[in-house]
């Protein structure tokens, strides 16, 4: 079985300019997460999809990140300007459970990115 | 947010030896989760223990749940230099469809 893909695994970025990651979950996984890993600490979830639709997004900071599943599969997060502050790991994660609960996730090998 | 804050923040023990980290949370929990995290790579699942049981096992790790004390314990035992890594335990509670992690335990195991 194919894990969760994640591209690309390395970002340098200029303060102000945009990036974007993408991530395609474990084929069937209706649940999408995105997270935040700010190095020494644990992963911060940034908005989490069932199919196509966001069931939580309340801690992504949308006067500057974005993200979507369009077709309920594959996701991209965008960040858009970038600040210093966002230089962080973002984990994209997937899970099988379509009814809400919480089960395991599984992640990819996550993007790093360095904002100069 | 409520988060598990696992303790010690960093461990270092020599091979062979048995690891312990702890985790404590502050709200009731429907499951905790411990997973584990190698340098520069995502995050692996390891174990799920539900808020009605008190204790697993998979293979070398052993979890513990104490929900009157609202904390739970991951036990490795003989461990090897390739358990080397960031441990976290991860909470969900209430009516919230997702997990919190807390900001983890670094194990260095030592050849």
């Known amino acids: 079985e194919a894990g969760v893909a994640q591209s690309p695994r390395y970002k340098i970025i200029e303060k102000r300019q945009s990036v974007a990651f993408w991530c395609n979950p474990i084929?069937?996984?209706?649940?999408l997460y995105w997270y935040q890993q700010i190095l020494g600490q644990g992963p911060k979830l940034l908005i989490q999809?069932?199919?196509?639709?966001?069931?939580?997004d309340s801690q992504l900071p949308k006067d500057r990140f974005s993200a979507e599943r369009l077709k309920g599969v594959d996701s991209t997060l965008k960040i858009q300007p970038a600040k210093l502050e966002d230089s962080a790991v973002y984990l994209c994660?997937?899970?099988?459970?379509?009814?809400?609960?919480?089960?395991?996730?599984?992640f990819g090998p996550g993007t790093r990115l360095l904002v100069l | 947010s409520q988060q598990g804050e696992e303790d010690p923040q960093a461990l270092s023990i020599q091979e062979g030896e048995n690891a312990t980290m702890n985790c404590s949370y502050k709200?009731?929990?429907?499951?905790l989760q411990w997973y584990r995290q190698n340098s520069g790579r995502g995050l692996v699942h390891l174990i799920l223990?539900?808020?009605?049981?008190r204790e697993k096992h998979s293979g070398r790790l052993r979890v513990t749940l104490d929900t009157s004390k609202k904390s739970s314990s991951l036990l490795i035992t003989a461990s090897r230099a390739a358990d080397t890594a960031s441990y976290f335990c991860?909470?969900?509670?209430?009516?919230?469809?997702?997990?919190?992690f807390g900001s983890g335990t670094q194990l260095t195991v030592l050849p």
């Open positions: 994660a997937s899970s099988f459970l379509r009814d809400g609960g919480v089960g395991t996730q599984y």
């Open positions: 084929s069937g996984h209706a649940t």
């Open positions: 999809f069932q199919n196509n639709g966001v069931v939580d």
């Open positions: 709200t009731s929990i429907n499951n």
């Open positions: 223990i539900r808020s009605n049981e």
């Open positions: 991860a909470t969900a509670y209430g009516s919230a469809r997702q997990l919190t």
